[in-house]
C-alpha cells in the first residue's frame, strides 16, 4: 500500500507549535556549538521566510517551537530549510549518515484562546520534562519571558488578531490538515 501523505495548510496570521524528535528517540543536539548553530539559523531563516519567533525550547533530542506565519509563504518552508540546513551541518560535524530527525515536523494550529498555555508549554519544556528548572536552561526563551535575558530572537507578547483570522477559516469548516 502507498503510503499517504497529509497535505498541511498554513495561514498568514497563524500561530503554530511545531516540534520534532531524533530518530529513535536520539540526541540531536550534542554540545553547545550545536544549539548555537541551530539558533543563528532560525535567526537566518526566520527573516528570509517572514516567520515570528514566539517561544522555543532545544533539548537535547527534541525541539519545540512556537511560530506566527507573517506572510503568505507557509512556514514549512522555514521549517524545511532549517531542518536540512542543520541536518547537513550535523552530518558533517560528526560523519554521520542517514536521518537526523525521527520524521517530518509534527504542528498543530493555536486557537488563539491557548496561546499562553502554548507558550508555558514550549518554554517550560527543560522542567516538564524533569531535567531540571526552565530558569536555569539555556536552550529555551523562558529567561526572555521572565527578564533574566534580554535576547531578541522572540517577539514575546503577540497580536490576536492573525490568529484570530486563521481561526475564523477554521470556524468556517475550512480544514488546517487535509
Request: charged residues 25%.
Amino acid at each position: 500500500m502507498q503510503a499517504k501523505y497529509r497535505k498541511k495548510n498554513f495561514y498568514k496570521g497563524a500561530y503554530y507549535h511545531v516540534y520534532n524528535r531524533g530518530v529513535n528517540k536520539e540526541k540531536v543536539f550534542f554540545e553547545s556549538d550545536d544549539f548555537i548553530y541551530y539558533i543563528s539559523k532560525i535567526r537566518q531563516f526566520k527573516n528570509k521566510y517572514k516567520v515570528e519567533i514566539s517561544a522555543y525550547s532545544l533539548l537535547d533530542n527534541h525541539y519545540h517551537q512556537l511560530l506566527r506565519q507573517l506572510s503568505d509563504t507557509p512556514i514549512n518552508k522555514f521549517l524545511l530549510a532549517l531542518n536540512t540546513s542543520y541536518g547537513n551541518y550535523i552530518s558533517k560535524k560528526y560523519k554521520r549518515v542517514g536521518p537526523l530527525m525521527q520524521d517530518r515536523y509534527k504542528q498543530s494550529i493555536i486557537d488563539e484562546r491557548y496561546l499562553s498555555w502554548y507558550s508555558v508549554y514550549v518554554n517550560c519544556n527543560y522542567e516538564i520534562h524533569g531535567l531540571g528548572k526552565a530558569e536555569n536552561y539555556t536552550w529555551s526563551s523562558f529567561s526572555d519571558y521572565v527578564g533574566l535575558r534580554d535576547g531578541t530572537l522572540c517577539k514575546r507578547g503577540r497580536d490576536p488578531s492573525g490568529a484570530r483570522s486563521a481561526n475564523a477559516k477554521l470556524d468556517k469548516g475550512e480544514p488546517y490538515i487535509k
